[in-house]
Every structure is written in C-alpha cells, then in structure tokens.
C-alpha cells in the first residue's frame, strides 16, 4: 500500500462525505442549509437540496423532494412576492446534481478502494464525472442563493430587518469539488507510479 494510494482514499472518501452532508441539508437537518434568509418580520428560512425549513417560533419545513418554491416562502413570509422572482424556481431543480454528484463521488472511492495501478485510472474517470457533477452543483448554489443574497441586498431599503447568506452546505459543495479535482491527479498519478514500478520490476 503507497502512501498515494492512501492519499487517494482520504480525499475521495472525503469529497464523498461532504458531499453527502450537503444532501441532507434542510428539511432532512433542519439547521443545515445551502442559503438562509431572515426576514422582516423576524422568521428564518433555511433552503436545502430537498425542501426548506421555516423557523418562527415553530420549526415547520416542506415535504421532502427535489424542486421547490423560493417565491412562495417569501410571500408567505414578508409579503412581498417582488423580492425573489419566481424564475428561480426553475433552478432548484437543478440541485438534483447534489445526490448524483454524491453517487459518483462515492463510486471514485470505492473504485479506489479497491484498486491497484490501472484501477486508479478507472477511479479517476468516475472522479472526474463526480467533479463535473459537483461544479454544476455548486456553480447552481451560488447562483441561486447569490442571486437571492443580491436581491435582498437590494430591497433592504425597505426591509431593513431582512437579510440573506450562503449556508454551510453551500461551502462544503465548494471543498468537495477542490477535493474531486485534486484527487483525479493524484489518482492518475498513482496509475502512471504504479505502471512504472511493474515495469521496472519485470525489468529486473
């Protein structure tokens, strides 16, 4: 066992767990979130990849399911429906890219896991996959939330009180994409090592 090899396995096992952590953000843990917006009458609204969690006194979240109404809660929430349009609904469809992101991901590091020279190379083409997936993903987040932060921003003019920021599950989707870069080098590295060292040895 290389010292690559076992690098190999903590990053992709690691962009996998975070990966997964961002999945079951909000409504599934309610206080983990991709965005989080205060708004002017004093509630908390957390969004998630599955739903989104409202909190005002009572915890009340969505029902669990890919493709939800930000301009809803919104309205609901300050009564003003002007603040976040209804087009960025169509995005959080898009957040499906976190649960396959996270699959293929999770297939880098079994594949590592279970490789030896040439199987590094097949590792790195599911990370690859899995790096492609995750910069939809994140590159999804941070539009739409940074789109919601923007717009907010704006309307503070009049809702001083509102306000809105990327959440934790936003930045781990960032890590794990720099994480699933990294590793398809060092697993590729790992193939052309381990090629060299079983010719060299047949050399001999």
Known sequence: MTVGAKVSWGINFLAFALLLVSCISAPIIDHLSLGTLHTQDSKTIRYGVMGYCQTAGINKCSAKHLGYSIS?????SNGNGTVIAPALDHLTYGLVMHPIATGLA???????????????????????????????????????????ISKTKKAQAVYKNQSASYGVATWLTVIATALLFIGIFINLGECICGRRKRRGTASY
Do not use: E, K, N, P
């Open 72 to 76: 809803d809660t919104v309205t609901t």
């Open 106 to 148: 999770g297939l880098a590091f079994i594949i590592a896991l279970a490789s030896d020279r040439i199987g590094f190379f097949f590792s790195a083409c599911a990370g690859g996959f899995a790096f492609l997936a995750s910069v939809i993903a994140m590159a999804i987040d941070l539009s739409l939330f940074g789109q919601i």
